[in-house]
């Protein structure tokens, strides 16, 4: 008999490229509930949706006044998210639950009953958005106070990279096994060079802080030379960061916006582009440290890359030797690089991601979920 996994995500699934590939991984070889923002996604058997409007913090009076005073267990039953499926939870059992990020690890317990809880941590939990200064204030002591309370209490942690699996064990004395944001094998090849300007891509969130405008204002410098394409997922703001930047673009005739497509569609669609593109300045650890998606995207699209000097994706473009290195995020020194770049090195960076991509993909790092299903579950199924 199949074991019956609960993931739990305080996101949309079907949006949340991480969860869904999860997701779709543990249904092969067990029967998945998915607790979520959303709808149920193909893969899940069955789904327990948390109302849109139901926050996965304190946001009522009460609830701030309890993060305020660092009532920290009381203000975990405050949580909306928590307390809108509660009901729907009682009776169930599971034989695993995944909880994704620290603040789905008391709803994740509670739903366990005592079953084994596998937290995948997306991120260095206490600096999430500690760039907000309520955020730092309020919420930082709250998730600080999940981690030290649930995190000794996993039976499995995962998260996105070696050094901040060494912060987890530094500080609260679990040492994750490093799942990175891979996708699945792309069974792709490298594109030619434009020969008139190389083609710029980057995908993702249109949030502020990932120095986007540094990257229309480089490539407006480089008119001549380069495209940038952008596909941007637009932020819940009624679209007023994405009107700044298609304002940055101004009238510029090599920089485009192109609607977002699905996760499963990204490497086909980077494909035709030339340097998948991604300058983010270090403003807190989790920047510092980032080995996002968009990076293992660009590589099974078989482009070259083009960072700053962020420490785990300069230790993949060493390894590998598929990218350029900007010594900063600033916008000379992104110029000043990338006009040493010629179409001869774009293409042989583009031919070293092609040899990475049989590597670097989400069909050999998935055998690190394998491995903790065996573990936790006994190895049961079908």
Not at 18 to 34: C, D, F, I, P, S
Not at 253 to 280: E, M, Q, S
Request: glycine share 6%; hydrophobic share 45%.
């Amino acid at each position: 008999m199949k074991p019956r996994i609960l993931v739990v995500s305080y996101s949309d699934i079907a949006s949340d490229a991480r969860v869904l590939r999860q997701v779709n991984k543990l249904a092969a070889r067990a029967e998945v509930t998915t607790l979520s923002y959303g709808s149920r996604v193909e893969a899940a058997a069955d789904h327990i949706a948390i109302p849109r409007g139901a926050a996965s913090l304190p946001q009522s009076l009460r609830g701030v006044c309890l993060l305020a005073l660092h009532a920290h267990r009381a203000a975990e039953r405050r949580v909306p998210g928590f307390a809108a499926v509660a009901d729907s939870l009682a009776g169930r059992r599971w034989d695993m639950v995944v909880a994704n990020d620290a603040r789905a690890l008391p709803l994740a317990f509670a739903a366990a009953a005592g079953a084994p809880v596998w937290v995948d941590l997306h991120e260095w939990a206490p600096e999430e958005r500690s760039h907000v200064f309520v955020w730092r204030l309020l919420v930082r002591p709250y998730i600080v106070s999940l981690c030290r309370r649930y995190l000794p209490q996993v039976s499995a942690a995962t998260t996105v990279g070696p050094r901040i699996a060494a912060l987890y064990d530094k500080t609260f004395g679990i040492r994750p096994q490093v799942l990175r944001n891979m996708p699945a094998y792309a069974d792709l090849r490298p594109g030619d060079v434009d020969a008139q300007r190389i083609r710029w891509v980057h995908s993702g969130g249109a949030i502020p802080g990932r120095n986007l405008e540094a990257m229309i204002e480089a490539a407006r410098r480089l008119e001549e030379d380069v495209e940038l394409h952008l596909y941007l997922v637009p932020a819940q703001d009624g679209g007023e960061y994405m009107r700044t930047l298609r304002k940055a673009a101004g009238e510029a005739t090599n920089v485009f916006f192109h609607r977002p497509v699905a996760p499963r569609d990204l490497p086909a669609t980077l494909n035709r582009y030339d340097v998948g593109t991604f300058w983010i300045p270090p403003f807190n650890t989790n920047a510092e440290l980032t080995l996002p998606n968009k990076i293992f995207d660009f590589i099974q699209a078989r482009l070259a890359l083009a960072i700053g000097p962020s420490v785990e994706m300069v230790d993949l473009v060493h390894e590998w030797a598929n990218g350029v290195v900007a010594p900063s995020c600033e916008v000379d020194a992104i110029v000043e690089k990338m006009r040493t770049v010629t179409r001869e090195d774009v293409a042989a960076m583009k031919a070293a991601s092609h040899e990475a991509a049989r590597v670097l993909n989400f069909d050999r790092e998935s055998k690190v979920i394998d491995d903790i299903v065996d573990r936790l579950t006994g190895g049961a199924d079908a």
